[in-house]
């Protein structure tokens, strides 16, 4: 009846082996499968004490479970034991398939390692197969039954039943529950992390809701306007949001705001600046369309919104409303470049767009000479102009490809040649006759009032684009380019028969005249010997015109 060869045997083994590993399966937990593992060793393979030792994520082993004695579970649960001590255990005794049998005769080498242990001292056996308190045997657990598969844990039985070791279907069973064993813990090691994932998703997405609450509510409620755009692809640009401070500064609805791009909305003028700012860190002070037609200064300040798979997203733009600010700003350099009393441009702002106009170098008649040289008769370019290196799509190119800058050069009028002088910036150089008199006579009010009066009238005379500015004094100065000489003449008369009529200044009029003087700018030279040729050619009209009798006005 003892013998292990009998069928009725092998069956009850088979029996309480299914069941034990059914046990396995139905856990609902990792310490709850160890502890399993464990007492299956004991209810279904016949041993009292059995031992789960786990490997820990640092390689060491851990006693994870106990079965069979509370007195030992006390001592043992909880301890760890080095891999090193382990894989020295595992390498050494007798192999028994997959399983390592280390008999008392040998064990006594382990006794100070640091595998934690139960082992007592007992009677020498009587029997060759009689199983002694020193005796060891451990079934490692792998993830697979493959070659160099992951250790998993060991499980660790002593004092089997029967009082003898297992024969070879008692250690078949003893294998086959390892390996069942080593799926279990598996198992419930993956059920274990995808709760953990599962947890930590769901622990993410609230922290994710409620981030988008918080973004929601800063976004909506912000008090300065902000707004999201798409990133790339066709609808770049586009407004997706618009918070309510936004829909407030522009007079439009949130609907309304996503029909447009902010390059709809800003002022014609800011689109170049616009799209050099449109980029992470991106800053801009422009102007931006409202609903009635008119435009507000706005500051904006971009940050792009990252998707961590697929990069940026969106761009998070915050507007600021400076309005009052760029207002204040512009009403000082108004007043920086323009006179106080007139509101004409002022001296510095003269000599500011008179210096735009002109470079360092003179006008380079060599230039025309190259392009009338390079002309293209007929369908195809000469032998003359491949003869210097320029091939067709040089001849094609600007003169500024060719070595000439871009900038248009300012000629002055060939004034020897009438009707073919051309054409050029004219500069007439005013100066009001008679206006010192008026001063002495009726005071600075009325000297005021009368210089108010003629810039008024001048600005009056001449079309628009044409500048007119006052230096000082009673000296104004009017820059009007594209025309001839002749055009010039003709300017000076009508601007100083625009001054001529009386003057009414409380309830008294008054006249004054004016001196022109018609100078010619011209690329070489400055602003200041531009002004000082019309200056010196007005001096010769007002001497001119004292000797002729010209009535002073008062």
């Not at 003087?517 to 000082?532: K, N, P, S, Y």
Request: glycine share 10%; net charge negative.
């Amino acid at each position: 009846m003892d013998t292990e060869s009998e069928p009725y045997v092998r069956l009850a083994t088979l029996r309480q082996l299914h069941q034990v590993v059914a046990d396995l399966n139905t856990a609902r937990s990792l310490a709850d499968t160890l502890q399993a593992v464990a007492e299956g060793v004991v209810k279904g393979l016949n041993y009292e004490l059995a031992a789960v030792n786990l490997v820990r994520p640092d390689g060491d082993l851990i006693v994870a479970a106990f079965a069979g004695s509370a007195a030992a579970e006390a001592l043992m649960a909880g301890r760890i034991g080095s891999r090193t001590s382990w894989e020295r255990r595992l390498t050494m005794g007798e192999r028994w398939g997959t399983l390592r049998f280390i008999p008392h005769t040998e064990g006594w080498v382990l006794i100070d390692d640091d595998v934690p242990q139960w082992h007592t001292e007992g009677p020498l056996p009587r029997f060759a197969d009689e199983w002694h308190p020193g005796d060891r045997l451990y079934a490692p657990m792998y993830s697979s039954q493959t070659v160099g598969s992951e250790l998993i844990g060991v499980i660790s039985v002593d004092k089997p039943t029967s009082g003898r070791h297992p024969g070879p279907w008692g250690c078949e069973a003893l294998q086959m529950y390892a390996f069942q064993a080593g799926i279990a813990i598996s198992n419930a090691r993956l059920r274990a992390n995808m709760q953990r994932a599962l947890v930590r998703l769901e622990r993410d997405q609230q922290a994710l809701r409620a981030s988008e609450e918080s973004f929601r509510q800063a976004f909506e409620y912000a008090p300065s306007g902000m707004a999201i755009a798409e990133m790339g692809g066709d609808q770049h640009g586009k407004l997706l949001r618009a918070n309510d401070a936004l829909c407030r500064l522009l007079g439009r609805s949130a609907s309304t705001m996503r029909r447009y791009s902010f390059s709809d909305l800003v002022h014609p003028e800011d689109v170049g600046l616009l799209l050099r700012t449109s980029a992470e860190g991106g800053r801009a002070e422009l102007r931006l369309a409202r609903r009635d037609g008119s435009y507000v200064w706005a500051s904006l300040r971009n940050s792009v919104v990252a998707d961590t798979a697929d990069g940026p997203r969106f761009l998070l733009t915050h507007v600021e409303d400076i309005e009052e600010r760029k207002g204040r700003e512009l009403q000082l350099a108004h007043r920086a470049s323009h006179d106080s009393l007139t509101g004409l441009p002022n001296s510095a702002e003269l000599r500011a767009r008179l210096s735009a106009r002109l470079c360092s170098r003179p006008q380079d008649r060599d230039a025309h000479d190259l392009s009338d040289a390079l002309a293209v008769p007929g369908d195809g370019p000469d032998e003359f102009a491949f003869s210097y290196g320029y091939g067709p799509e040089e001849l094609a190119a600007p003169l500024g490809a060719l070595g000439y800058d871009s900038h248009t050069h300012v000629t002055a009028p060939d004034e020897s040649d009438p009707e073919n002088a051309g054409k050029g910036l004219a500069v007439l150089f005013c100066d009001l006759d008679g206006f010192k008199s008026i001063n002495d006579r009726f005071g600075h009010h009325t000297g005021d009032a009368v210089l108010i009066e003629v810039a008024r009238r001048l600005t009056g005379a001449v079309r628009d684009g044409d500048t007119v500015a006052r230096l000082g004094g009673d000296e104004f100065v009017v820059l009007a380019d594209g025309l001839a000489p002749a055009d010039a003449a003709d300017l000076s008369v009508r601007l100083r028969n625009a001054i001529i009529p009386p003057i009414r200044v409380d309830g008294r009029a008054v006249r004054v005249g004016a001196s022109f003087g018609i100078g010619w700018a011209g690329c070489g030279m400055t602003a200041e010997e531009v002004l000082h040729s019309a200056d010196q050619r007005m001096y010769v009209e007002k001497r001119s015109r004292s000797r002729t009798g010209h009535r002073r006005a008062g």
